[in-house]
Nanobody, 126 residues
Framework: QVQVAESGGGLVQAGGSLRLSCTAS????????MRWFRQAPGKEREGVSC???????YSINSVRGRFKISRDNAKNTLYLQMNSLKPEDTAMYYC????????????????????WGQGTQVTVSS
């Protein structure tokens, strides 16, 4: 199965940008759809964006137009380009595979993920 490690988080001012990376081990990386999640203090973990095996993307309304998910299967790496960051984006960000090649109707539900990486912290100051 796919194992992941997130990186690229940091402290930025509102309006700034960050690019998160998720490196994955396992030869099946290119087979599965991949997802980014985030969890703010005191809140449930929520899906942010999903990308299918062939590159079809989905995002929640609050980040649409600001965040862009992408993948490089040759490098076993998933990315999340985050622009125009807001304080409400402050959270620990995680990546995780889907259980199929496509993003399912419930891709944003964290309950479906059995194993998580360490995550990377994103903090946006006002």
């Amino acid at each position: 199965q796919v194992q992941v490690a997130e990186s690229g988080g940091g402290l930025v001012q509102a309006g700034g940008s960050l690019r998160l990376s998720c490196t994955a081990s396992g030869s099946s990386f290119g087979y599965y759809a991949m997802r980014w999640f985030r969890q703010a203090p005191g809140k449930e973990r929520e899906g942010v964006s999903c990308i299918s095996r062939i590159g079809v993307t989905y995002s929640i309304n609050s980040v649409r137009g600001r965040f862009k998910i992408s993948r490089d299967n040759a490098k076993n790496t998933l990315y999340l380009q985050m622009n125009s960051l807001k304080p409400e984006d402050t959270a620990m960000y995680y990546c995780a595979p889907e259980t199929s090649t496509d993003c399912s109707a419930s891709w944003s539900t964290a309950r479906s993920v059995s194993v998580w990486g360490q995550g990377t912290q994103v903090t946006v100051s006002s």
